[in-house]
């Protein structure tokens, strides 16, 4: 009877076994199967649109010409299919409400498995987003004697002028060799100076110093940047190479607004001044406009009658023809400096028929409040009529040079 019942049991167990087995493979069977029509629901809702036709259809001449072209499709991936994208082109809807299960599948696939299903929206034209090219570096005039690279910011609360030094190109020393360094003035005052550290051996020296000026709000406009390039040869002995002049009336200075700027050194006038003075202008005569253009830079050496902030330095332009008065325009006054500097531009019109009769006269006045304006120094310069010398040569050089501005200075005279 025990053997019997030990018999019976263990039957039964083996059957419950045998069971659970059964249920545990069909259960595994029953998963795959469902995983299989899942891929296969997946794979079949993915449908062909004009993305997989633009990459697909090769052999389409038209396609070809879009190939070719140096506009990048913009896609919508098919993973942002749950979202709406209407009226993107033709004012059509383009993105479908795509299936929640639907995501991205896991492991390598192919570059057109990965794009099924996206849509082209547009295209990218890669040359609207180019940097323009900076020529700063590389295009250099002919006689180019250096550029130099600086940027200023003013802080309205402190007063002070920041000044960075960045770089300079291009020197052209009088020996192989150049050790260069930089001095920057804040004119009128040109007593005193702060000075960059000496860069050995190099023609692009690269400076990246800061420099601080104490100057209030009210004056900074009638102030003036100087910088003096030098060469410092084996002997310690100093070589001037070049000069940047930058005047800070015309420029918008605030702590927020740093300008990098970069100037071509030019050559200082190194001749003494002459008994009245001297002034620096340019010509340019526009035949096409007709129109003699003055750009009056900077005077030296000026004779004052009294050395004081008070004092006005300015100068009238005048435009003559036969002796007779046509138009005058002046500058805006600069206070207490003998050797001023203006930076302003003045057009006259003038017919091509006039420039054997016409003039132009340049009066350096002085003015002090209360007091009568006094004249400085003057000049004319104009044709065989009314003069003679570098005034005749700056003249005629305007002339042949159409469209370009001649650049000269002349000696002042007293006589009226």
Same mark, same amino acid.
């Given at each position: 009877?025990?053997a019997?019942?030990?018999?019976?049991?263990?039957?039964?167990?083996?059957?419950?076994?045998?069971?659970?087995?059964?249920?545990i493979?069909?259960?595994l069977?029953?998963?795959?199967?469902?995983?299989?029509?899942?891929? @296969?629901?997946?794979?079949?809702?993915?449908?062909?649109?004009?993305?997989s036709?633009f990459?697909?259809?090769?052999?389409?001449?038209?396609?070809?010409? @879009?190939?070719?072209?140096?506009?990048?499709?913009?896609?919508?991936?098919p993973?942002?299919?749950?979202?709406d994208?209407i009226?993107?082109?033709n004012?059509?809807?383009?993105?479908?409400?795509?299936d929640?299960?639907?995501?991205?599948?896991?492991?390598?696939?192919?570059?057109?498995?990965?794009l099924?299903?996206a849509?082209?929206?547009?295209?990218?034209n890669?040359?609207?987003?180019?940097?323009?090219?900076?020529?700063?570096e590389?295009?250099?005039?002919?006689g180019?004697?250096?550029?130099l690279?600086?940027?200023?910011?003013?802080?309205?609360?402190?007063e002070?002028?920041?000044v960075?030094?960045?770089?300079?190109?291009?020197?052209?020393?009088?020996?192989?060799?150049?050790?260069?360094?930089?001095?920057?003035?804040?004119?009128?005052?040109?007593?005193?100076?702060?000075?960059s550290?000496?860069?050995?051996k190099?023609?692009?020296?690269?400076?990246?110093?800061?420099?601080?000026?104490?100057?209030?709000?009210?004056?900074?406009?009638?102030?003036?940047? @100087?910088?003096l390039v030098?060469?410092?040869?084996?002997q310690?002995?100093?070589?001037?190479?070049?000069?940047?002049i930058?005047?800070?009336?015309?420029?918008?200075?605030?702590?927020?607004?740093?300008?990098?700027?970069?100037?071509?050194l030019?050559?200082?006038n190194?001749?003494?001044?002459?008994?009245?003075?001297?002034i620096?202008f340019?010509?340019?005569y526009?035949?096409y406009?007709?129109?003699?253009?003055?750009?009056?830079?900077?005077a030296?050496?000026?004779?004052?009658?009294e050395?004081s902030?008070?004092?006005?330095?300015?100068?009238?332009?005048?435009?003559?023809?036969?002796?007779?008065?046509?138009?005058?325009?002046?500058?805006a006054?600069?206070?207490?400096?003998?050797?001023?500097?203006?930076n302003?531009?003045?057009?006259?019109k003038?017919?091509?028929?006039?420039?054997?009769?016409?003039?132009?006269?340049?009066?350096?006045?002085?003015s002090?409040?209360?007091?009568?304006?006094?004249?400085?120094?003057r000049?004319?310069?104009?044709?065989?009529?009314?003069?003679?010398g570098?005034?005749?040569?700056?003249w005629?050089?305007?002339?042949s040079?159409?469209?370009?501005?001649?650049?000269?200075w002349?000696?002042?005279?007293?006589?009226m």
């Amino acid at each position: 009877c025990t053997a019997q019942a030990v018999a019976v049991a263990g039957a039964v167990i083996g059957g419950i076994l045998l069971f659970v087995l059964i249920g545990i493979t069909a259960y595994l069977l029953w998963r795959k199967f469902c995983c299989l029509l899942s891929y @296969k629901k997946l794979t079949s809702s993915v449908k062909t649109t004009n993305a997989s036709i633009f990459f697909q259809d090769q052999t389409n001449p038209e396609m070809q010409l @879009k190939s070719t072209s140096r506009s990048v499709p913009f896609i919508i991936p098919p993973t942002l299919h749950g979202r709406d994208w209407i009226n993107l082109t033709n004012e059509e809807q383009i993105q479908e409400d795509s299936d929640p299960y639907m995501i991205p599948q896991s492991g390598p696939r192919s570059s057109f498995h990965s794009l099924a299903g996206a849509y082209v929206v547009g295209t990218i034209n890669p040359e609207l987003y180019k940097f323009p090219e900076d020529k700063s570096e590389t295009d250099f005039p002919d006689g180019n004697i250096g550029r130099l690279w600086f940027s200023i910011e003013y802080e309205q609360e402190s007063e002070r002028l920041l000044v960075s030094l960045i770089k300079v190109r291009k020197l052209q020393p009088p020996a192989d060799s150049c050790s260069p360094f930089v001095k920057i003035y804040l004119l009128p005052d040109e007593r005193s100076y702060l000075q960059s550290k000496t860069k050995c051996k190099t023609l692009n020296p690269q400076f990246d110093e800061n420099f601080v000026f104490q100057v209030s709000s009210k004056m900074l406009f009638q102030r003036t940047l @100087k910088f003096l390039v030098y060469h410092v040869d084996k002997q310690k002995k100093h070589h001037l190479l070049g000069q940047v002049i930058f005047p800070l009336k015309n420029e918008v200075l605030t702590d927020d607004n740093k300008l990098v700027i970069w100037r071509d050194l030019e050559k200082e006038n190194l001749e003494p001044p002459s008994e009245y003075g001297d002034i620096q202008f340019s010509l340019s005569y526009n035949d096409y406009l007709g129109r003699v253009t003055v750009v009056v830079l900077r005077a030296r050496g000026l004779k004052l009658q009294e050395e004081s902030h008070a004092v006005g330095v300015y100068v009238k332009v005048s435009l003559m023809n036969h002796n007779n008065f046509i138009k005058s325009k002046k500058t805006a006054a600069v206070l207490g400096t003998p050797n001023p500097v203006y930076n302003e531009t003045f057009s006259f019109k003038t017919d091509q028929t006039e420039l054997d009769t016409a003039s132009l006269s340049l009066s350096v006045l002085q003015s002090i409040k209360g007091e009568k304006t006094l004249l400085l120094g003057r000049v004319v310069v104009g044709p065989f009529m009314y003069t003679r010398g570098k005034e005749l040569e700056h003249w005629n050089e305007m002339i042949s040079k159409p469209k370009e501005l001649v650049k000269r200075w002349h000696a002042l005279c007293h006589s009226m």
